[in-house]
């Protein structure tokens, strides 16, 4: 998996969509163990998410 196709499948799942066709959540989770980057983009966006909810911006 590509950071770039690991980051749209963090996307969804933050936002709790379904993932990408071809995508699964184990391969997604893989990849996260092995990759710090995609790791910390994905906490990123998972606290941009909580804040946006926060303020109501559902
Ligand atoms: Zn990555």
Redesign the pocket.
Known sequence: MH?SE?RTAVSARVDREELPPGTTGAALDA?LRG?A??RRWGERALRLKVLAEQLGMR
């Open positions: 950071c690991a990849h990759c980057e995609c």
